[in-house]
């Protein structure tokens, strides 16, 4: 971290999107205890951890500009953005064939998994203050990475966070420009116990299942370490890079 960075407690001002999950929830609490003054964001507005809640549909542009607005003027330094889905909310799951492709579903993950993002992006990272540093930082998904892909299989999660992660490198790019002290990055929390993971907990190896509040203070000690010039890229819970 740089010097600008270390002017005062960071974060001061904090905002997460998904906060009635797993993940988010904790993630509140810890940022809470942390000292900051944290907004969570559900459909519910439900206040988590001593965060003030507030509404947002992922699916609804207006509901996400609407808060944007709302901060302004008192920007966050700090927005994480912890939705996502595996299981669509009709109950389909990944797929493990192409076969069982279907337009509908391919369009739900990446309208879920990367159009929504996308769009706290477009009004968050704008408002995010210029002068010191701020971290923009999405949950992003190991299958993402086109390199490390050996297995093959849920086509439509892949894809969606594959997609979102050249976002983030976009936006990095875009961002260097106007906002030098920015990092916006992907994470990769490692399997959680959460209700996107539990279809899939049955066959995990003993010790691999993380529980949100570890996975949480996880993440947040990576993004307490990343520097401007790790803008653009997916970390996992450990500080590793992960490629492309």
């Not at 999107?17 to 459909?43: K, N, P």
């Not at 330094?77 to 337009?103: F, H, N, R």
């Not at 010191?132 to 894809?159: C, E, M, P, Q, T």
């Not at 996880?218 to 993004?223: H, S």
Request: with cysteine; aromatic share 6%; glycine share 10%.
């Amino acid at each position: 971290m740089d010097d600008v960075g270390q002017q005062a407690p960071w974060p001061q001002r904090a905002v997460v999107f998904g906060a009635s999950g797993a993940i988010g929830g904790a993630l509140c609490r810890q940022l809470v205890e942390g000292g900051a003054t944290v907004m969570a964001g559900s459909r519910s507005g439900t206040a988590i951890g001593g965060a003030t809640g507030f509404r947002f549909d992922l699916m609804d542009e207006g509901s996400i500009a609407s808060i944007a607005a709302e901060l302004k003027e008192v920007p966050p330094d700090c927005v994480i953005v912890a939705t996502g889905s595996l299981t669509l909310p009709e109950g389909t799951g990944p797929e493990k064939s192409l076969k069982q492709l279907s337009p509908d579903a391919m369009a739900q993950a990446f309208a879920l998994n990367t159009i929504g993002p996308a769009m706290i992006a477009k009004h968050f990272l704008p408002i995010m203050p210029r002068d010191r540093r701020s971290v923009f930082a999405a949950l992003s998904a190991r299958v993402g990475s086109i390199s490390d892909n050996r297995l093959g299989g849920w086509h439509s999660y892949r894809a969606s966070k594959t997609a979102l992660n050249m976002l983030i490198r976009n936006f990095a790019i875009e961002m260097r420009r106007t906002h030098e002290h920015a990092i916006i990055v992907g994470m990769h929390p490692g399997t959680v116990n959460s209700n996107l993971s539990k279809p899939f907990q049955a066959n995990l190896p003993a010790g691999q299942l993380t529980d949100p509040d570890d996975a949480a203070c996880n993440l947040l000690a990576v993004i307490g370490k990343l520097e401007p010039h790790n803008s653009g890229n997916v970390f996992d819970w450990q500080g590793r890079e992960i490629p492309a």
